[in-house]
């Protein structure tokens, strides 16, 4: 018999980084959350290298900027990414990409994107989410099943240390367990895509001191570009002497037993001192779960939605699920939340993932996309012709794919049922560029109010309602205190806020997201109070 465990609001299966990060919104939303996790708590290598954008404006809201920011990767090192016949051989083309220390701040972002591998996220993450005494995490703790009834979920959790069986009491499920997710098959919903594109293998090299042993200079990754076409990469991970080698293959069996040696020797062009950290085998696919939830359960990160890791999409759209949901859950387990907000977490997030999944998939088709060209190796003026075209080619295709600005910031939540529209054409969904908006839905653009203040760090502990003017805002705050909504009322005189808001009232969510906005106060402001709350019509 399973022994009773006690009651938690929130139950997260999967302390990954999308778990982690739902743990710490929770935690920091004052909501008592258990994260379970069935490996054990130790350092793995990194799936995720790079840390987007959007994600490190959510780690400004966190408090963690700081220690994402400066977790030790050279401030030096190139970004570039590099197309090579071997690290001796010729350099097809080169897509340029300045060094931290070089870069200056997004003009439409407080942050920028920026190398980070899980290796060093994930323990930031969990510290965070530690921090919070209301919040507990359980290493070697495996969801087993769970039961749903009109007032929880009954959940059975086995203890892999002692094997002992517990039952967990919560309110809510999130399933952030994974492409392999149990929260996902034990709800019966299925994923539609391409769930096997290739096959590919990753194996983690110790290389001391690689730079000084070839001619193309630092890089963040090397694209490994033969007569076959495009066969492999080669991505920094520490800025130092770790690095991640992919291959890439359709057969299976040709990975499984890769001569390592005579490849490497292929990418450096000979023989170069390296260790063996890690290697594993995995498929990549492209997928959308048909519902992102059922009832009190939710999926997130993997367990959703699967990308190919090309353009860093598959993490940062899971952790922009955990602050969708985060704020949500918060909202009605304290208790003004509508009947219908939890739903928009799959209205909102399911067709902006399936949007990223989408770029993630492009990013992968166009990094492959060097043609077969027998000659490539060839010291000859047609070996010249041949490896130009393919470089220019491989540059102009792949110099937007990293670091797409569109994709990251331009998401729009349109239409959704806690979206007031407002009549103003929808904006044009730009993957790459990314043009500042606040039409309702999108991401309430950034503008620095004074320098170092961003007026994103208003934003996330409840609604805010923007004033531009100094229209009496009394009706307003009266709704929302009636239904217990928390909302601050923040007075801006700010001329570039004033023209990029356009509007002389711009309500915010949690979350960031423009919910409502106007030139005077709506007529009837309980309705847009509860709109927003998701208890309307």
Same mark, same amino acid.
């Given at each position: 018999m399973a022994d009773t465990l006690r009651e938690t609001p929130v139950l997260i299966a999967g302390g990954g980084p999308i778990g982690l990060a739902l743990a710490a919104d929770?935690?920091?939303?004052?909501?008592?959350?258990?994260?379970?996790?069935?490996?054990?708590?130790?350092?793995?290598?990194?799936?995720?290298?790079?840390?987007?954008? /959007?994600?490190?404006?959510?780690? /400004?809201?966190?408090?963690?900027?700081?220690?994402?920011?400066?977790?030790?990767?050279?401030?030096?090192?190139?970004?570039?990414?590099?197309?090579?016949?071997?690290?001796?051989?010729?350099?097809l083309g080169r897509v340029r990409m300045p060094a931290l220390g070089e870069q200056a701040h997004l003009p439409v972002s407080p942050e920028r994107g920026m190398p980070c591998p899980q290796t060093w996220f994930d323990p930031i993450l969990q510290e965070h989410a530690r921090s919070f005494p209301h919040?507990?995490?359980?290493?070697?703790?495996?969801?087993?099943?769970?039961?749903?009834?009109?007032?929880?979920?009954?959940?059975?959790l086995q203890n892999l240390d002692s094997g002992r069986a517990e039952t967990v009491r919560t309110q809510y499920l999130v399933g952030c367990d994974g492409f392999a997710s149990t929260v996902r098959a034990l709800l019966g919903i299925e994923i539609r895509g391409e769930p096997h594109i290739d096959w590919s293998m990753?194996?983690?090299?110790?290389?001391?001191?690689?730079?000084?042993?070839?001619?193309?200079?630092?890089?963040?990754?090397?694209?490994?570009?033969?007569?076959?076409?495009?066969?492999s990469f080669l991505s920094i991970v520490d800025g130092k002497d770790l690095?991640?080698?992919?291959?890439?293959?359709?057969?299976?069996?040709?990975?499984?037993?890769?001569?390592?040696?005579?490849?490497?020797?292929?990418?450096?062009?000979?023989?170069v001192a390296y260790t063996i950290e890690d290697k594993n085998l995995w498929v990549r696919k492209r997928t959308v779960a048909d519902r992102f939830m059922d009832r009190r359960v939710f999926l997130a990160g993997d367990a959703a939605h699967a990308h190919p890791p090309n353009g860093g999409l598959g993490m940062n759209t899971g952790i922009q699920d955990a602050f969708d949901l985060g704020w949500k859950l918060a909202a009605v387990l304290d208790g003004w939340g509508g009947e219908g907000l939890l739903e928009t977490y799959d209205i909102e997030r399911r067709p902006a993932s399936a949007r990223a999944a989408e770029v993630s998939l492009k990013n992968y088709r166009r990094l492959v996309s060097a043609a077969q060209r027998a000659e490539i190796y060839s010291p000859t003026p047609e070996g010249d012709v041949a490896r130009r075209a393919i470089?220019?080619?491989?540059?102009?295709?792949?110099?937007?794919?990293?670091?797409?600005?569109?994709?990251?910031?331009?998401?729009?939540?349109?239409?959704?049922?806690?979206?007031?529209p407002d009549g103003s054409p929808m904006p044009e969904d730009d993957t790459f560029g990314y043009r500042p908006t606040a039409f309702p839905g999108a991401r309430a653009p950034h503008v620095w109010l004074a320098p170092g203040n961003s007026i994103l760090d208003l934003f996330g502990d409840g609604f805010l309602l923007l004033k531009f003017s100094d229209l009496p805002t009394n009706g307003i705050e009266r709704a929302a205190a009636s239904r217990g909504v928390p909302l601050k009322v923040y007075r801006i005189e700010h001329h570039e806020a004033a023209a990029l808001y356009e509007y002389a009232l711009v309500l915010v969510r949690p979350d960031g997201h423009v919910a409502w906005r106007g030139d005077s106060l709506p007529n009837n402001a309980i309705v847009v109070i509860d709109t927003v709350r998701g208890a309307g019509p």
């Open positions: 929770l935690g920091r939303r004052g909501v008592a959350t258990l994260l379970v996790e069935e490996r054990e708590n130790k350092l793995n290598p990194a799936k995720m290298l790079e840390v987007s954008v /959007r994600t490190m404006e959510f780690c /400004r809201q966190l408090g963690i900027v700081d220690k994402v920011r400066n977790w030790g990767f050279p401030a030096d090192w190139s970004l570039d990414s590099v197309f090579v016949t071997d690290m001796q051989g010729y350099e919040v507990t995490l359980r290493h070697q703790t495996k969801l087993e099943s769970f039961v749903q009834d009109s007032d929880g979920v009954t959940a059975t990753t194996i983690y090299l110790r290389i001391p001191d690689l730079h000084k042993q070839h001619d193309k200079g630092k890089a963040f990754r090397y694209v490994f570009v033969g007569p076959e076409g495009t066969w690095w991640r080698l992919q291959l890439v293959d359709l057969d299976e069996g040709r990975l499984q037993n890769a001569d390592i040696p005579a490849l490497m020797r292929r990418c450096m062009g000979g023989d470089g220019e080619r491989l540059v102009e295709e792949n110099e937007k794919t990293w670091q797409p600005v569109g994709v990251h910031l331009g998401y729009i939540y349109h239409p959704s049922p806690i979206v007031v």
